[in-house]
């Protein structure tokens, strides 16, 4: 099975942390449904032509998450839960707000500035289409 | 049987200008090592050393199990060797080298060597002599990977090689990794073809083996950390730092043993966090090479 995995090397993150991000985008739409086999870590690694140890160490962090279950022997499948695509975008979310956080200290707004940035973003967002030209 | 591809164990070679230390070198069966090192580091006498091109002078050397020099020839039918320097008949056609390396191995595999010949974009009946550089890379190597050997050793496969055939290069040297039982060992000026294929890193300069580990291991702990410093607050000395660049309020900070410690440490002593990145191998060889240069000289 191909993956469609497609590696950037303008990205600066490490290759690993791409791997991840894409598998869990397959899982979160629905592409890649709970109990569908991965490829092999070696089929993986020949296909993005990287190293094997590159794509051991996303599998063994996306199992540390519960994205992926491996089976001794047999590979790794991914994982039971209806609710997986909720909880990675749920990963993602949380992610995304500590970057807010972080940047926010580092323009040396207080929390309440925070709050309402992110409030005023919410109601610049939700509103309707007419309203924002 | 052994489970390593090869190994080194205090190897030393003496020349009048150049010195080899102390080598000690593992390759696991089934895993990629790049072999990085600055011009006259000591990469190819290494490979020579391991190919029983050079003898050592002292120390021991096993390819495949088994011993370099004396048993290089049971050694070799296994060891797939390409370098820069190797000369193909100038007047023979490509034809003509692949029917001689075929009637001497074999484990020749005919049609892999035709579906290389597409991949490398070569033609058999073209004598050597009207190659390009490249092409003689590519013709070097075909005659190599179409034996399969257990063991692949390249001096710098990738050097001189168009963007285009980087890539054909690259990936055969995946595809091998395919076959868990097969190894490969290449050297390389290019950091960036080492950090995509490698399972394990090895730098080595002046003759001596600087670091040498898993790649996952080794991004990982390289980091650079920005800081900010609040006014009043000075940047403190914490041990794992091996470099600070410091400009009025702000600095960054190089590690090579991150553990994410060094964050929190920072931040208690009253320094603002803004980032810790990761580097490329690049960025990283160039330090280590540098830091170790210094370290030598103090």
């Known amino acids: 099975m191909l993956s469609g995995i497609v590696l950037s090397h303008a990205d600066g993150r490490p290759m690993y942390l791409q791997i991840m991000e894409q598998i869990r985008q397959r899982i979160a739409v629905g592409d890649w449904p709970a109990g569908q086999p991965l490829p092999s870590i070696r089929q993986m690694a020949t296909d993005l032509q990287i190293s094997v140890i590159t794509v051991k160490r996303a599998y063994f962090e996306l199992e540390r998450e519960g994205v992926i279950a491996t089976q001794q022997g047999k590979g790794s499948v991914v994982a039971d839960g209806a609710d997986l695509g909720a909880r990675i975008y749920e990963q993602d979310l949380a992610?995304?707000?500590?970057?807010?956080?972080?940047?926010?200290?580092?323009?040396?707004?207080?929390?309440?500035?925070?709050?309402?940035?992110?409030?005023?973003?919410?109601?610049?967002?939700?509103?309707?289409?007419k309203d924002r030209t | 049987m052994s489970d390593l591809a090869l190994r080194l164990d205090g190897v030393n070679k003496r020349y009048r200008f150049f010195e080899l230390h102390d080598i000690h070198l593992e390759l696991p069966l089934g895993r990629i090592m790049g072999f990085i090192g600055p011009n006259g580091a000591g990469k190819s006498t290494t490979i020579r050393i391991l190919m029983g091109l050079v003898h050592q002078e002292g120390?021991?050397?096993?390819?495949?199990?088994?011993?370099?020099?004396?048993?290089?020839?049971?050694?070799?039918?296994?060891?797939?060797?390409?370098?820069?320097?190797?000369?193909?008949?100038?007047?023979?056609?490509?034809?003509?080298?692949?029917?001689?390396?075929?009637?001497?191995?074999?484990?020749?595999?005919?049609?892999?060597?035709q579906v290389l010949l597409k991949r490398f974009d070569l033609k058999p009946e073209q004598r050597i002599k009207g190659l390009s550089h490249g092409q003689r890379v590519k013709a070097a190597l075909l005659l190599v990977l179409a034996r399969r050997p257990r063991l692949l050793v390249l001096d710098e496969p990738t050097t001189g090689l168009d963007p285009v055939a980087r890539h054909e290069v690259l990936r055969e040297l995946t595809d091998v990794m395919g076959d868990e039982r097969r190894s490969v060992l290449f050297s390389s000026h290019n950091t960036q073809d080492v950090e995509q294929i490698s399972d394990q890193i090895t730098f080595i300069d002046r003759g001596h083996i600087i670091d040498s580990r898993d790649k996952e291991t080794f991004m990982d702990r390289w980091r650079r950390i920005r800081v900010e410093l609040p006014s009043g607050v000075q940047l403190p000395a914490l041990s794992g730092v091996i470099d600070i660049k410091q400009t009025g309020r702000l600095a960054v900070a190089t590690t090579n043993t991150y553990d994410g410690v060094l964050p929190r440490a920072y931040e208690a002593a009253g320094v603002r966090v803004q980032a810790v990145e990761h580097m490329t191998l690049e960025e990283i060889f160039v330090q280590n090479v540098q830091c170790s240069r210094e370290a030598g000289q103090a």
């Open chain 2, 59 to 113: 120390g021991e050397v096993f390819v495949l199990g088994h011993r370099m020099p004396d048993q290089q020839a049971a050694a070799k039918w296994d060891v797939g060797f390409a370098s820069e320097d190797m000369r193909l008949y100038d007047s023979a056609t490509l034809d003509w080298h692949m029917r001689f390396i075929r009637s001497i191995f074999s484990t020749w595999d005919h049609a892999y060597a």
């Open chain 1, 95 to 129: 992610r995304h707000l500590e970057q807010v956080v972080r940047l926010g200290a580092l323009l040396g707004l207080t929390p309440m500035e925070i709050q309402s940035r992110l409030r005023e973003t919410l109601e610049r967002l939700a509103a309707p289409e």
